[in-house]
C-alpha cells in the first residue's frame, strides 16, 4: 500500500503528503490541527472525522456559474486520468474516503447498455486504485437531476419512462457500491419536487417516490448492500420546493413508508440554512430520531440565498456541529464530506490543498473543543440541570404517563410561587469562548 497515488503522470507535482506541523507552522501546505493519529476520547482523529474528498466538486467542477464559463482548467481527461489525478490528491492530503456520483466518475451515454459498460470499467478503475491504497468509499450516488430527461424529477417524474431510466442508473451504482465495499448509499433529490402546483400530482409524486426508494432498498439488500442508505434533505435549488426539504419532513416520510430501518439522513451543512435552520439543528432532529448517518461538510455565505458549497473554516459552526456529532456516538458508517467547492476565482490546482487543509483543520479543532467540553462536564450538567423538576416528584410521573391533564391542573393549583429560571444563554455562550479559545 504506496503512501501517495502515482497514476501514469503526476497531476499536483511539487506538493507531497501533507503533514501535520502543529499550530507554530506557518507552512499553508500543513496541517496545524488535524494530526491523524492524535487520540481523542478513545479514538484517533483519524476514526472520528472520517473525512472524504467529493468526486464533482474537486474533480470536475470548473468554476462555471450561471453567468460564466468555467474558469478551472483540469489536466485530467478522460475517467483513468481523473482517476488517476483523485487517488493521488485523495493519498496526497490524506482523506481516508471518497464519494462521487455516476456521471462524475464514469462517462455518460443515453443508451442504458453503454452507460452500464462504461461504469463497470470505471468500477475496475476504482477498485484498483482503491486496493493499492486503501481509501475507501463512503458512498456513491447517481446524478439523476443533470441530464435534461430529468426536467421533471427523476423517481418523481410524470412520465413512467424516466422514472424507469432513473431506475437503470440506481442500480447501476448500486452493483458499483457493492464491488467498491461503499459504507452508504446516498439519495440527494435534487429534482424531486415541483416548480408548480399547478401542473403537480405532489400525492402521487411522493408515492413513486417512496415506492422507488423501497425498490432500491430491496434490490441492495438482495444483491449484499450492508451499509447505510442515506437521504440528504434540502429545502430547494434547483426546484422551487423539494420534497425532502429538511431532517424533520425526511423522518417523517421514511416513517410514513417504513424505510426507517434502513434508510438515515445525510445532513449538509449548506441545505440546514437554506431550509432557514442551523446546521446543528438539523444534526440534533437527525440525532434525537437515531438517524443521524453522514455529514455533508460545507458552508453557505449569510449573504447568498443559495448553495454556494464552500469548505467549512467557521469553527464555531463546526463545533456547534460536533458536539452533537459526538453526543450521538459519533457518525457510525458515515463520514465528513467536503460537498465543497473552491471559488471560481481559486484557479491554481493548488487551491484544491489550501480547501481541504482548512476543512480538516476546523473540524480537527472543533473536535478537540468539543472534548475539552465534554470532559469539564459543566455544560452537560448545566442542561441537565435545567430539567432536574422532571427528575422527581410529580415531574417524574408526568413523563412516566402517569399524570391526567386533571392531575396537572390539581397540582399547579396547589403548589407554591413557580420561581423564575434564567436559562443563562449567555454564560454559556462565554464559556464556549472560553473553551475555544481559553
Ligand atoms: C447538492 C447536493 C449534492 C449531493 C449529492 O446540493 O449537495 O451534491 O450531495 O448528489
Ligand atoms: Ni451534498
Ligand atoms: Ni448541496
Given at each position: 500500500m504506496s503512501e501517495i497515488y502515482k497514476g501514469n503522470k503526476e497531476y499536483f507535482p511539487g506538493i507531497g503528503k501533507i503533514k501535520f506541523e502543529g499550530r507554530g507552522s506557518d507552512n499553508p501546505l500543513a496541517f496545524k490541527f488535524y494530526d491523524e493519529n492524535k487520540v481523542i476520547a478513545g479514538k484517533t482523529m483519524k476514526e472520528h472525522l472520517?473525512?472524504?474528498v467529493a468526486y464533482w466538486h474537486t474533480f470536475c467542477a470548473d468554476?462555471?456559474?450561471?453567468?460564466?464559463?468555467?474558469?478551472i482548467v483540469h489536466p485530467w481527461?478522460?475517467?483513468e486520468e481523473k482517476a488517476d489525478a483523485a487517488f493521488e490528491f485523495i493519498t496526497k492530503v490524506g482523506a481516508p474516503y471518497y464519494c462521487f456520483h455516476d456521471i462524475d466518475a464514469s462517462p455518460d451515454a443515453d443508451s442504458v447498455t453503454e452507460y452500464e459498460a462504461n461504469y463497470k470499467k470505471t468500477t475496475e478503475l476504482l477498485l484498483e486504485r482503491q486496493k493499492a491504497t486503501g481509501v475507501k468509499l463512503l458512498w456513491n450516488t447517481a446524478n439523476a437531476f443533470s441530464h435534461p430527461r430529468y426536467m421533471n424529477g427523476a423517481s418523481t417524474n410524470p412520465d413512467f419512462r424516466i422514472l424507469a431510466r432513473a431506475a437503470a442508473q440506481i442500480k447501476a451504482s448500486l452493483d458499483a457500491n457493492v464491488i467498491l465495499g461503499g459504507e452508504n448509499y446516498v439519495f440527494w433529490g435534487g429534482r424531486e419536487g415541483y416548480t408548480s402546483l399547478l401542473n403537480t400530482n405532489m400525492k402521487k409524486e411522493l408515492e413513486h417516490m417512496a415506492q422507488f426508494l423501497t425498490l432500491a432498498r430491496d434490490y441492495g439488500r438482495k444483491i449484499g448492500f450492508k451499509g447505510t442508505f442515506l437521504i440528504e434533505p434540502k429545502p430547494m435549488e434547483p426546484s422551487k420546493h423539494q420534497y425532502d426539504v429538511d431532517s424533520a419532513t425526511v423522518i417523517g416520510?421514511?416513517?410514513?413508508?417504513?424505510?426507517?430501518k434502513d434508510f438515515k439522513l445525510n445532513i449538509e451543512a449548506n441545505h440546514a440554512t437554506l431550509a432557514g435552520h442551523s446546521f446543528d439543528h438539523e444534526l440534533r432532529v437527525a440525532a434525537d430520531a437515531g438517524l443521524l448517518g453522514s455529514v455533508d461538510a460545507n458552508i453557505g455565505d449569510p449573504q447568498n440565498g443559495w448553495d454556494t458549497d464552500q469548505f467549512p473554516t467557521n469553527v464555531y459552526d463546526a463545533l456547534k456541529a460536533m458536539m452533537v456529532i459526538m453526543d450521538n456516538g459519533g457518525l457510525g458508517s458515515g463520514g465528513l464530506n467536503f460537498d465543497a467547492k473552491v471559488r471560481r476565482n481559486s484557479t491554481d490546482l493548488e487551491d484544491l490543498f489550501h480547501a481541504h487543509i482548512g476543512g480538516m483543520d476546523t473540524f480537527a479543532l472543533a473536535l478537540e473543543v468539543t472534548d475539552k467540553i465534554n470532559q469539564d462536564g459543566k455544560l452537560a450538567a448545566m442542561l441537565d440541570k435545567r430539567y432536574e423538576s422532571f427528575n422527581t416528584g410529580k415531574g417524574l410521573e408526568f413523563e412516566q404517563g402517569k399524570m391526567t391533564l386533571e392531575d396537572l391542573r390539581d397540582f399547579a393549583a396547589a403548589d407554591a410561587p413557580v420561581p423564575q429560571i434564567s436559562g443563562k444563554q449567555e454564560m454559556i455562550e462565554n464559556m464556549l469562548n472560553r473553551y475555544m479559545f481559553g
Open positions: 472520517r473525512f472524504a468554476g462555471s456559474d450561471p453567468f460564466g464559463n468555467g474558469t481527461k478522460n475517467a416520510f421514511l416513517k410514513e413508508h417504513g424505510l426507517e
